[in-house]
């Protein structure tokens, strides 16, 4: 019998949206059949792309009936309204981070999942990638004793990307702590266990032509007694590339053109909505920047090196747990060794397994791990990193929840690149 598909429609098809395309195109269970976007231009591309409808609203699409499942990658602030939307109109959501603005949204998306019994992923990507996930099954195997201390560090160039308006507010979700601490927080409570005690962050924010954050740091302690710390430099100066030594620093830009771009910016002649337009679906870098086959680390050709969300340190009480070029590396009693997660050609590794924990949870009745409760746990630590930052005290959290507690046995390991056997270096 063939394989049931699921009907999946994708709502705000930007930046975000055209990187997950990819993933939407090689999994043949899940089929991209329609999108909304309030762009006429990116609605004509989609619909030229895929032969799929492209409605101008997500209450258009919400009529049509092949729609299962929304992707929802709009602009921040339309999160909680969209997914809770979705859910009251019988669609499974997955909702891009961060899920929401506000741990009031965040508690009525959680709120809307369990009225309507839909399905509500919280997708912050990066805690789902291979390398993430060998990570949280070797310490959850105990074999390294337990986990003691994680640390973060992020040099990348994300604050010379092209932004829109909306972006470059605080109050819409605009700034590097919204943005991108839930791809690092996010991870660090699956590698930690999931409870964090309390927070204690800075934020800074000193490039005058750019009106939100570009600097964090901040230390987590778990209940579990484990600590971490976690950094992220978005200015473009130093790259992450650069801790490792087949590091290349090309991350969104290389550094001919993070000059250009920072040029640009500091006189005033930076048409920012086109470039951002040029790395939509069908812009002239999209390829460049999306799906160059062996040269673009999201689907797995060039060795990974350090961008977001960083250089990683697990530190376990018998060893510790790094990320390698194509894998992760173990340091333990014995020494040392790699264990390489390498994606098959042109395999979309980053972006799969939000679609794959969608697909079981919905067609298989599989768990969801990356539940509403589990994304407003992310959010409530991101949000006491902004909190912390303005009152210099230290945050306690109330709303954090483990990590389920089956998920070393989700489906997603299983499409995991095979391990290219231990290698001893
Ligand atoms: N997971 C990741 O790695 C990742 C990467 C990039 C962006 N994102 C997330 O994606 C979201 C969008 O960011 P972006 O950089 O793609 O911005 P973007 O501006 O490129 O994309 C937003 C898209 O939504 C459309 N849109 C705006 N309002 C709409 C509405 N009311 N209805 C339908 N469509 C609407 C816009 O036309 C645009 O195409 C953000 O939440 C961001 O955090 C996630």
Not at 83 to 110: D, F, N, R, T, W
Not at 269 to 282: H, L, M, P, V, Y
Not at 296 to 301: L, V
Not at 353 to 364: C, G, P, Q, R, S
Request: proline letters at 5%; hydrophobic letters at 40%; aromatic letters at 8%.
């Amino acid at each position: 019998m063939a394989k049931k598909t699921l009907g999946v429609a994708m709502v705000g098809i930007g930046v975000g949206g055209t990187e997950m395309l990819p993933a939407f195109e090689q999994m043949e269970e899940i089929d991209l059949i329609a999108g909304a976007d309030t762009n006429p231009l990116t609605r004509e591309r989609f619909q030229a792309r895929y032969e799929a409808t492209a409605y101008s609203t997500l209450e258009e699409l919400c009529e049509d009936p092949n729609v299962e499942a929304v992707w929802i990658s709009t602009p921040n602030r339309f999160h909680a309204p969209m997914a809770i939307y979705a859910l009251e109109h019988g669609k499974h959501v997955v909702v891009e981070k961060p899920m929401a603005l506000s741990l009031e949204e965040a508690q009525a998306m959680c709120d809307a999942a369990k009225r309507t019994g839909n399905v509500l992923i919280a997708g912050h990507t990066r805690s789902f990638i291979p390398p993430f996930r060998k990570m949280y099954s070797i310490i959850n195997s105990g074999q390294l004793g337990a986990v003691k201390s994680i640390n973060f560090m992020a040099y990348t160039d994300w604050l010379l990307r092209p932004r829109v308006s909306e972006e470059l507010d605080l109050n819409q979700g605009g700034g590097l702590v919204y943005r991108q601490g839930p791809h690092q927080i996010d991870t660090v409570r699956l590698l930690g266990g999931g409870m964090v005690k309390n927070v204690r962050g800075v934020v800074g924010q000193w490039m005058p032509e750019r009106s939100i954050p570009g600097y964090y740091s901040a230390i987590f302690e778990f209940e579990n007694g484990a600590f971490s710390t976690i950094v992220h430099n978005a200015h473009g100066y130093f790259m992450g590339a650069q801790m490792v030594p087949w590091g290349h620093d090309r991350q969104r830009y290389d550094e001919a053109e993070r000059v250009l771009v920072r040029n640009g910016m500091m006189s005033g002649t930076r048409d920012e909505e086109s470039d951002k337009q040029a790395i939509r679906i069908g812009g002239e870098r999209e390829v460049e920047i999306f799906k160059r086959e062996g040269q673009n680390r999201e689907i797995g050709g060039e060795p990974w090196v350090p961008a977001e969300p960083g250089f990683v340190v697990v530190s376990c009480e018998r060893g510790d747990i790094t990320r390698s070029a194509y894998g992760v590396t173990i340091y333990d009693n014995n020494g040392h060794h790699t264990i390489d997660l390498k994606p098959p050609a042109g395999w979309a590794m980053n972006r799969r397994a939000e679609l794959k924990e969608l697909y079981e949870a919905v067609v298989n009745g599989a768990p969801v791990y990356h539940t509403a409760e589990w994304g407003m746990a992310t959010l409530e630590a991101t949000l006491a990193v902004i909190e912390s930052a303005k009152t210099g005290k230290l945050i306690d959290l109330k709303h954090q929840i483990p990590v389920h507690s089956e998920y070393s046995n989700a489906k997603i390991f299983d499409e995991d690149p095979v391990d290219a056997g231990v290698r001893i270096d």
